[in-house]
């Protein structure tokens, strides 16, 4: 009789380096690639509206690779991922289910349910790890107890081998007949009013659109990477963060493809900027740990004194001008547009944006932070959240609350022509450069909001109240 095994793919939509996969190819003479579409499960941290745009477009791909490998995507949706789960395992007489491990908290709470569930059952369950390079419980401290400083953090995973084995893709996948499942448009993921056509200018979801990004970026641009990831107007960063998201690439493909770029690379100038990305992807790895070690820390400030913070009262219109890009600050107009209408922001213009809202507007970062979560592409529950907890000076490793960004120097520093302002934000397009970070200088002349807030004194607001909670 022949063994099957289920492979529940979850944010790890692809076949390369795909240690789930990998394991039922290798031991099962039938596998059974299923998706399951729970969006109930995900609480109040529900997948995003645009984050759903990338899965339709993830799925698409995925299913057409399984197809071409001699199986296909079987999807199912539902309340309950355990019971649609054991539905499929009567369905189809598997004795296995095998899964790659998630690290948010609702979801590591739904996995041992659901291995709790059918191991009870007699079903064999196997959890595997490729969406982040190492275990949260093997990175800690001596004294058994997780990391919050980066620094030290990344220096203890650089103890360990960066480089390591990945898994091949498989030639061939053996599902036999699959039971029924829906299209993958009967989730309805796409959007009714189509606000989403300037995604397709900037994106394409899938492995092959991951590789074909991640070729680009490190076999040609990473060379000039310390430079240009602080340049909005250039593509200089790697845009990778939504592909890993979604695990349509893994992040120890891109460590060993870092790797060996090091050894290839003779510029000290070139191997700085391969430093600094593989820092970049130690980041990503410290928020997951720290969102493993610490669940709470989506919801609320890790520095417990910002419990009673003054934040502002909040004002719906205020924060709707902040969404919409109408601040009258360019530069953090041109970032909130640029997000509206591609999914996604210049990581520069990110921290420049949470800091106008955090500390200039002083409204708490848990409004910034679902509003990246519904519009960003990338949307990640770790990063985001670590993210905006930095910025706003409350998190663990966070900088210093005192550590306000003032948006017309930032601009003009990293903008300095006016090119990414002139790109997003079009009423200011025929200004000339010393005055399009500052176009209140010349009130009048364009229509285009002056700014909603003085810079100088919020900011002294902002500090005068950090010294309030401080005493």
Not at 30 to 44: D, K, S
Not at 116 to 142: C, M, N, Q, W, Y
Not at 348 to 370: C, D, E, P, Y
Not at 377 to 382: E, F, S
Request: proline share 5%; net charge neutral.
């Amino acid at each position: 009789m022949s063994r099957s095994a289920i492979v529940w793919f979850r944010e790890d939509l692809r076949l390369h380096d795909n240690p789930a996969l990998d394991h039922a190819v290798q031991h099962f003479d039938r596998v059974i690639p299923v998706y399951l579409h729970t969006p109930q499960q995900g609480g109040h941290w529900r997948a995003g509206a645009a984050s759903h745009w990338w899965l339709h477009h993830s799925l698409k791909a995925l299913d057409a690779d399984l197809q071409q490998a001699g199986a296909g995507l079987l999807i199912r949706q539902g309340d309950s991922a355990r019971q649609l789960l054991q539905a499929l395992v009567r369905e189809t007489g598997a004795t296995s289910v095998v899964w790659n491990r998630l690290y948010t908290p609702w979801a590591v709470a739904r996995d041992i349910a659901i291995k709790t569930a059918l191991t009870g059952s007699g079903i064999a369950v196997h959890a595997f790890r490729p969406s982040l390079l190492f275990e949260p419980e093997a990175v800690l401290k001596d004294n058994g107890e997780p990391y919050r400083v980066f620094t030290a953090f990344w220096k203890r995973c650089q103890t360990k081998s960066l480089y390591q084995a990945l898994c091949d893709t498989p030639s061939r996948i053996s599902s036999g007949d699959l039971p029924h499942g829906i299209p993958i448009e009967q989730l309805g993921l796409l959007p009714a009013i189509r606000w989403d056509s300037g995604f397709y200018d900037h994106w394409t979801p899938g492995e092959q659109g991951a590789y074909a990004q991640a070729g680009i970026f490190l076999d040609e641009d990473i060379a000039d990477y310390e430079h240009n990831r602080d340049i909005p107007a250039s593509p200089g960063t790697s845009r990778l963060s939504a592909h890993l998201h979604f695990g349509e690439i893994s992040p120890r493909a891109l460590m060993n493809r870092a790797v060996q770029r090091l050894d290839e690379i003779g510029s000290a100038t070139a191997r700085q900027s391969v430093t600094r990305f593989m820092a970049e992807l130690g980041w990503r790895e410290f928020a997951a740990h720290i969102l493993y070690h610490y669940p709470a820390s989506s919801d609320e400030s890790m520095d417990a004194r910002f419990a009673y913070f003054p934040w502002a009262a909040d004002d719906a219109a205020v924060l709707q001008r902040w969404q919409q890009g109408r601040t009258g600050i360019p530069i953090i107009d041109a970032g909130m547009r640029e997000l509206w209408h591609s999914g996604w922001m210049h990581n520069r213009v990110r921290m420049l944006v949470a800091s106008f809202l955090t500390k200039n507007l002083r409204i708490h970062w848990q409004h910034g932070a679902r509003w990246f979560w519904d519009t960003l592409v990338d949307a990640d529950l770790a990063s985001n959240s670590l993210g905006w907890q930095w910025v706003a000076g409350c998190g663990t490793d966070a900088a210093p609350y005192f550590r306000i960004f003032n948006p017309v120097l930032q601009g003009k520093k990293f903008d300095p022509d006016g090119e990414y302002v002139r790109r997003w934000v079009p009423e200011l397009r025929a200004f000339d450069r010393k005055y399009l970070h500052e176009p209140w200088r010349l009130a009048g002349q364009c229509d285009y909001p002056a700014p909603m807030i003085d810079l100088k004194d919020s900011r002294a607001q902002a500090l005068a109240a950090f010294q309030s909670l401080r005493r």
